[in-house]
């Protein structure tokens, strides 16, 4: 007789002489029965998977790299089962059928997007496919990215469903945007999206699209700039796009976030005066991408011949759009900046990343020597 008969048999024999003890002292003191089952199947079941459990807990691999993984709709535990096994996640697709069947997972298999690797073993496998809703890409940005540092991040989480130029169309000039969005900014008809990608960490699911990612983008600017900010702006006779642009140039020049209203106080005084802003930032955003960055150094021939819309030392008044993405601390700065007579700020001598201001050129000249 064969060793496969044999283990058969005994199988069997097992099975016969716990379905009489079931039946002698009934089912729940010996085994837990579930409702999808009868008591003869749980029991079969349970002594199937006890047989196997070394391998049931005994992962395909020890690469912890997430991979995508898609359970389509009206995949049965099966299908589920095949398809793992087919990706390399399980060695034994009967294995798993039979695990999520008798603990009554079969039915909670949930159609979407997950993140398994190859070092999960079959019962976190079945866990982690019951809720879709938590796979997810982290992506983080920065407060005071232009668009193409959002997308150059975005190329950095290869897990997502669309690239960082995917990105930058639909967020570029003349993408279609949400009318609500462009009504509650006041953005200009054509205008691009740059200083409305607020920057924060988001979980963006992995089969999100550029669009949606970045409508996720807009709905939380929308949450997080509220209408005590849209008023302030009104009050000021400008518009909520210009105190945007306004903040986007504040949160490049302040290293710290508690000088940023002394900051902005500055620029509301040079725009009251007819001043031209003279703001670097303004004019490495019209510079672009040099020396291998998107803020490259700049010199004061830069002021002269760097010839663009955004060189707020050629052109007066505010730049055509915002040049970054600011935080909310440096919108609401534009909007409620400080009170102050200064008309020029520098970076002080100590270098910690705060700025001497002053009332004249003379002063602020002054200034600029360090003992």
Not at 175 to 196: H, I, Q
Request: with cysteine.
């Amino acid at each position: 007789m064969s060793r496969k008969t044999l283990v058969y048999l005994a199988l069997t024999m097992a099975i016969l002489l716990t379905v009489l003890c079931i039946v002698a002292v009934g089912a729940s003191a010996i085994i837990e029965v579930r409702d999808n089952l009868t008591v003869l199947e749980a029991v079969y079941l349970q002594l199937w998977l006890g047989s196997r459990e070394t391998l049931l807990n005994t992962a395909v691999g020890s690469d912890t790299t997430p991979q995508l993984f898609v359970i389509a709709p009206g995949d049965t535990a099966g299908a589920v089962g095949q398809k793992l096994y087919a990706a390399g996640f399980i060695s034994d697709p009967e294995l798993f059928r039979n695990y999520v069947r008798y603990h009554g997972l079969d039915s909670q298999l949930e159609a979407g997007t997950y993140f398994l690797n190859q070092a999960q073993g079959i019962p976190e496998i079945a866990l982690t496919l019951t809720d879709s809703s938590r796979a997810s890409v982290i992506v983080r940005i920065l407060e005071g990215w232009r668009r193409e540092e959002i997308a150059q991040a975005l190329d950095m989480a290869p897990l997502l469903g669309f690239s960082g130029a995917d990105f930058l169309a639909v967020t570029g000039p003349g993408a279609d945007v949400p009318p609500e969005f462009s009504a509650y900014t006041s953005l200009p008809e054509g205008a691009s999206l740059e200083g409305f990608l607020y920057p924060e960490t988001y979980y963006v699911p992995p089969d999100a699209t550029a669009t949606e990612f970045r409508d996720i983008l807009l709905r939380t600017f929308m949450q997080r700039v509220g209408a005590d900010i849209i008023a302030a702006a009104g009050d000021a006779g400008m518009t909520l796009y210009q105190i945007v642009t306004l903040a986007s140039i504040v949160q490049r020049e302040a290293v710290h976030p508690d000088e940023q209203p002394l900051i902005a106080s500055v620029y509301r005084n040079r725009l009251d005066h007819g001043m031209n802003l003279d703001a670097d930032p303004t004019v490495q955003y019209g510079i672009g991408y040099r020396d291998g960055s998107w803020w490259p150094p700049i010199t004061q021939e830069d002021y002269r011949t760097a010839v663009s819309s955004y060189n707020t030392y050629l052109v007066a008044g505010l730049p055509p759009s915002p040049i970054a993405n600011p935080s909310l601390s440096a919108i609401r700065a534009a909007a409620f900046p400080d009170t102050s007579p200064y008309f020029f700020f520098r970076a002080r001598c100590a270098q910690d990343g705060y700025h001497v201001f002053a009332v004249t050129f003379d002063e602020h000249i002054a200034n600029g020597y360090c003992p």
